[in-house]
């Protein structure tokens, strides 16, 4: 990941705030557990409102129990015998909020960030809000589909492609005609990320480009006998190189068919199988 950002190369996950805040050196506090689990951040809230006799019907103490372990982790020394009341329960939620997201997961999140920190320093990023630092690892999650026409405008040709060429006006229409998620999923498809960089498209690293791949003759008559029907089996799909940014496209020769066989390219979810 600090490879991926100090090269401005983006990646598909998106991390829940507390993480983030780590990446800042920050400490995280009650806010921030509903970021993570706002069930468990609620049933802490509607703590606060019991009566003294109705939180001690409840014989809480100072421990808590990760639901993934069955190991009891005493939030103070001597916790299992020292019971929450109306008096220290302000103090429980909040070491209990602080043992959850700042404790638990401390020594996978420490080998993380040592590691993190050998490519990123930690000055770096300190100009940065946690959303910002999201925006930097994986893009800005809230554009809706890709701006087509930048991407038009750096798209490198290869294999005897050529933007004037009827197939890649067909190319750019039925990119066009995609729903913004199917536009996302093409990206991730051939970028392996579903969000366009922050400075554009010309930031990418290769220039994406568009390679040619043709159809054998059988695949040439298949296309050709089959145009009025729904489908077209027995012809190649589309492939990428996602490393290079390179969309490997068989010359249909077909708006239909070209359609058909880059959506469920996309959408099939498939890796390097696919090839």
Not at 218 to 235: A, C, H, P, Y
Request: some cysteine; hydrophobic content about 35%; overall charge positive.
């Amino acid at each position: 990941l600090g490879k991926a950002v100090y090269e401005s190369i983006l990646v598909e996950p998106q991390f829940c705030l507390p993480f983030l805040n780590q990446l800042l050196g920050k400490q995280n506090s009650l806010d921030d557990v509903k970021n993570i689990d706002p069930e468990f951040y609620n049933n802490l809230m509607k703590l606060k409102h019991l009566s003294p006799t109705e939180l001690q019907s409840m014989s809480l103490t100072f421990e808590y129990t990760p639901s993934n372990s069955n190991q009891t982790i005493e939030l103070v020394p001597n916790g299992s015998n020292t019971p929450v009341t109306k008096t220290n329960l302000i103090r429980f939620i909040h070491l209990l909020a602080h043992h959850k997201l700042n404790i638990q997961s401390y020594q996978q999140t420490r080998a993380f960030l040592k590691g993190f920190r050998d490519l990123i320093p930690l000055h770096w990023l300190r100009i940065f809000s946690a959303s910002e630092v999201q925006k930097l690892i994986s893009g800005d999650d809230t554009i809706k589909g890709i701006n087509i026409s930048n991407l038009k405008n750096v798209m490198q040709y290869s294999g005897g492609y050529h933007p004037s060429q009827p197939m890649m006006h067909m190319f750019w229409e039925v990119l066009e005609e995609m729903t913004p998620e199917q536009q996302r999923l093409f990206l991730k498809f051939m970028t392996s990320c579903s969000r366009q960089p922050l400075l554009g498209f010309a930031a990418l690293n290769p220039v994406p480009c568009i390679q040619q791949v043709r159809l054998t003759r059988e695949e040439q008559d298949l296309v050709m006998s089959t145009l009025d029907q729904r489908t077209v089996k027995g012809v190649k799909l589309p492939t990428s190189s996602t490393c290079m940014n390179l969309l490997k496209l068989p010359n249909y020769g077909s708006k239909a068919v070209l359609k058909e066989k880059l959506l469920y390219a996309i959408q099939a979810g498939a890796g390097f199988e696919l090839s």
